[in-house]
């Protein structure tokens, strides 16, 4: 990584084999997952966090690793719904993903949506990014459904408290191990904290 992080100044200097390396290395850092949506990602899309065209060098630090950025809402007919980098395009962002000081402001409503309490990072995920469309939200509930009814409701892990059973999903969450991962740990904590509040009145 060291190495990719010296790689400066011309894009050429990142084909081939340099370029899958990179792709590889993003891959594995964010556990396969888009650095926005949080999507699976079957093909890696190389976002420049700070645009080329704002005088970005390639530094492996500006990088990250993004989903395609079309929704199909109907394949055959190419209908489609443009987020994260392909929404974004070339314009800067103020909420950045690597910093925890911003992803600490973020929080989800009742139907799934991501919020900020800072203004001007709800705007970049809703107008830039477009985080909050119908389909997707729908995607973070069913994810969370999915792994509610595999730890929670299945039959394999009933023999663990619930207590336990969440904090093994809360830890995956924090190692972003699922599609979705900060949707999950902000349910799972949820759900923790009601348990905790309950046993304590
Ligand atoms: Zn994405």
Same mark, same amino acid.
């Given at each position: 990584?060291? !190495?990719?992080?010296?790689?400066?100044?011309?894009?050429?200097?990142?084909?081939?084999?340099?370029?899958?390396?990179?792709?590889?290395?993003?891959? #594995?850092?964010?556990?396969?997952h @888009?650095? *926005? @949506? +949080?999507?699976?990602?079957?093909? #890696?899309?190389?976002?420049?966090?700070?645009?080329? %065209?704002?005088?970005?060098?390639?530094?492996?630090?500006?990088?990250?690793?993004? @989903?395609?950025?079309?929704? *199909?809402?109907?394949?055959l007919?190419?209908?489609? $719904?443009?987020?994260?980098?392909?929404?974004?395009?070339? #314009?800067?962002?103020? /909420?950045?993903?690597?910093k925890?000081?911003? /992803?600490?402001t973020?929080?989800?409503?009742?139907?799934? %949506?991501?919020t900020?309490?800072?203004?001007?990072?709800?705007h970049? $995920?809703?107008?830039?990014?477009?985080?909050? =469309? *119908? !389909?997707?939200?729908?995607? &973070?509930?069913?994810?969370?459904?999915? /792994?509610?009814?595999?730890? /929670?409701?299945?039959?394999?892990?009933?023999?663990?408290?619930?207590?336990?059973?969440?904090?093994?999903?809360? %830890?995956?969450?924090? &190692?972003?191990? =699922?599609?979705? %991962?900060? *949707?999950?740990?902000? &349910?799972?904590?949820? &759900?923790?904290?009601?348990?905790e509040?309950? +046993?304590?009145?």
């Amino acid at each position: 990584m060291k !190495e990719l992080r010296k790689v400066t100044n011309n894009y050429s200097h990142l084909q081939g084999d340099c370029m899958q390396e990179t792709k590889s290395t993003l891959r #594995v850092l964010q556990m396969n997952h @888009c650095a *926005y @949506c +949080e999507r699976k990602l079957d093909t #890696v899309f190389i976002e420049h966090f700070i645009p080329q %065209s704002a005088g970005s060098g390639l530094e492996f630090d500006n990088f990250l690793a993004v @989903c395609s950025g079309n929704y *199909y809402t109907d394949k055959l007919k190419g209908n489609k $719904i443009e987020h994260c980098d392909t929404k974004k395009g070339n #314009v800067n962002l103020n /909420i950045d993903p690597r910093k925890n000081d911003h /992803i600490d402001t973020l929080s989800y409503s009742e139907d799934a %949506s991501l919020t900020s309490e800072v203004m001007i990072f709800q705007h970049d $995920i809703d107008d830039i990014l477009n985080l909050n =469309f *119908y !389909e997707l939200k729908r995607e &973070r509930q069913d994810a969370y459904n999915k /792994i509610d009814l595999e730890y /929670i409701v299945g039959e394999a892990h009933q023999i663990f408290p619930l207590k336990d059973r969440l904090r093994k999903i809360l %830890s995956m969450a924090e &190692r972003g191990e =699922f599609e979705f %991962s900060a *949707y999950i740990k902000f &349910r799972v904590v949820a &759900r923790l904290k009601y348990i905790e509040n309950s +046993e304590n009145e």
